[in-house]
C-alpha cells in the first residue's frame, strides 16, 4: 500500500517537471546589430525639346492687342485687337518640355512670371510674355518609364508700330519642375 500513496506524488512531479523551462541568463546589457537601407533615386530633370514661338505677325495702325499661344498638344494660335493680324511663318507654336524621373510620381510645375523679349538691334523696344497655362496640368504624373510631356503656351503683349518696330524679339524666362 505503501506504493499506491506514492503515486500521487510522482504524477505531481512528473507533470511539474514537464512544464519547467530551463532558465536562461539575462544580459544586462544586450546588444543587437540592426540594418540601416537607403536608395539614392534619380534626380528629377526636364529638357526643352521646341521653344515657345509666336510666329509671325504684323501690325498695322496705331492699336496693340495680344497673340495667344495655347498650350496644346497642335498648334492653336489667336490674336486680340484691331491692329494684330497673324502671318504664316515663323513655327508658331507652345514650348514642348520633356521630364524624366522616378516612374510613376507626380510632377508639379511651377510657371514663370512675367518675361520681357527685346528687340534684336535695339534692346529698348520691348514686348512681355504672361499668363503662362500649362498642359495637361500644373501637376502630372510620370509614367511607368518615368517620362511625362508637357506642353506650355502663353500671351504675347504687343504695343503699337513706333513702340514695337519691325524686328525679331526674344527672351528666356524659368520654369521649375518638382518632385510632388
Do not use: C
Request: charged share 15%; no cysteine.
Amino acid at each position: 500500500m505503501k506504493l499506491i500513496q506514492h503515486i500521487p506524488v510522482l504524477t505531481a512531479v512528473l507533470f511539474l517537471g514537464a512544464s519547467l523551462k530551463p532558465l536562461r541568463a539575462i544580459d544586462p546589457d544586450p546588444e543587437v546589430t540592426g540594418k540601416v537601407v537607403a536608395e539614392l533615386a534619380d534626380a528629377l530633370s526636364a529638357s526643352e525639346t521646341s521653344p515657345l514661338s509666336f510666329g509671325r505677325f504684323f501690325i498695322d495702325g496705331e492699336g496693340g492687342g495680344t497673340i495667344i499661344i495655347e498650350a496644346a498638344s497642335s498648334v492653336v494660335r489667336t490674336s486680340t485687337g484691331s491692329s494684330v493680324h497673324l502671318a504664316s511663318g515663323g513655327n508658331p507654336g507652345p514650348a514642348i518640355y520633356e521630364v524624366l524621373g522616378l516612374p510613376n510620381y507626380n510632377v508639379t510645375i511651377t510657371l514663370p512670371g512675367e518675361s520681357t523679349l527685346t528687340h534684336s538691334t535695339n534692346p529698348a523696344h520691348r514686348m512681355t510674355v504672361d499668363n503662362w497655362e500649362v498642359y495637361p496640368s500644373h501637376t502630372g504624373r510620370l509614367d511607368v518609364n518615368g517620362q511625362m510631356t508637357f506642353y506650355m503656351g502663353a500671351v504675347l503683349r504687343v504695343q503699337n508700330l513706333s513702340q514695337n518696330p519691325v524686328g525679331v524679339y526674344s527672351g528666356t524666362y524659368a520654369v521649375t519642375f518638382d518632385y510632388n
